[in-house]
């Protein structure tokens, strides 16, 4: 995507400044320690917490030991890295960031869920911090917040791209529908702000509550469709791409998309695209396969997904972050092993944006390091 290009080209630049400040004063062969904020364990307060740490942190060490193995990067200086759990709490991760910089980490690599007010201390501090995760918005501002980097994209790429589709096919008016749950509110704010930057008119917007399970819970797209098709061509959708075959369906039972003026462009959010698995994004959750009426329906719309890793790179990466989680400092054991099953755990896409910032920080110190 080459709006998240230019913002990581962006960020290595203004780092490599900042390094060149920081690393200054700092003798050749000295050890850089680099604070890794993460949420890899659950408390009892919030049992229900997914826990990230525990299916990218391996990107890290892999990280770290390619590095420091290879004579054409830091040959001089050493890499190593500290863990902060943070349980999936803000709080923690603020006091992470704060206990870190007062023990003398050269950067911090993260935080996780949230890095507005952590990336505020940072820049206080002028610490350099590059996220591998937090998706929001505001840290984007290079003004307000000098010393922040991310490697993961913000919400806002995802929307720029959602506009270009729309103005590719000249449609110029939308209706949104959109999850209510708050972990899409920001992707909702960002594309209503960039759709609006780029005149396309939204004309209004709807909402269903809970997780939509295709053939199990009652389908809230048939309200939505129903109150909403006479004046709309063209729908947005945001949600859990799975549960946009009940909108899918119901248009399509409904005849919609038989005279081709309806239109349907969901979102994928923080998903990449699974060419092994295509057939995963016309079928629901829990359908063996899909049907006749998905993959008639799923001819009038088009999915805004990241691009695919690269394979089989990709396919090793994953094997070494697999190896790299279950050896010290994180001792995650897979639980499919456990069960006496020979299978690796699915690797979350942000165990790549963990490995790339790694490599941000490095190469950016790097060329500091030879002014």
Known sequence: ????????????????????????????????????????????DNPSYDRPGRVISGAITLAVNEINSNPGLLPEDTL???????????????KYTAELWAGGVAAIIGPQETCTCEAKLASAWNLPMISYFCPEIEVSNKHRFPTFARTRPSDVQISKSVASVLKHFNWDSVYVLHNANERFKEVLNAVNRILTKNRIQITGSKSWDGLYLHG???N???????????????????????????????ME?????????????GLHVDQLYDPKHPEQYIQGLFMPSPDVLSTRAYKSYFGVIGSSPVYPEYEAFSTAVNDYLEAPPFNFLNPFKARGFNRPKIIRPEAAY???????????????RKK
């Open 220 to 250: 809230p797209f048939v309200q939505l469709v129903d109150q909403t098709y006479h004046d709309t061509r063209i729908y947005v959708v945001i949600g859990e791409p799975h549960e946009y075959i009940g909108l899918m369906t119901y």
């Open 216 to 218: 199990l819970t009652p």
């Open 253 to 265: 039972k409904k005849g919609l998309f038989y005279g081709g003026e309806y239109f349907v462009v």
């Open 1 to 44: 995507m080459k709006t998240a290009f230019s913002t990581t080209r962006l960020s290595a630049f203004l780092l490599k400044l900042l390094l060149t400040e920081l690393l200054a004063n700092i003798s050749h062969g000295e050890v850089l320690k680099l604070g890794y904020i993460t949420g890899g364990e659950s408390r009892s």
């Open 80 to 94: 190593e890295f500290v863990v902060a759990e943070t349980f999936g709490d803000s709080t923690e991760s603020l």
């Open 354 to 368: 963990l490995y790339d910032a790694v490599y941000l920080y490095a190469k950016a110190a790097h060329e500091a």
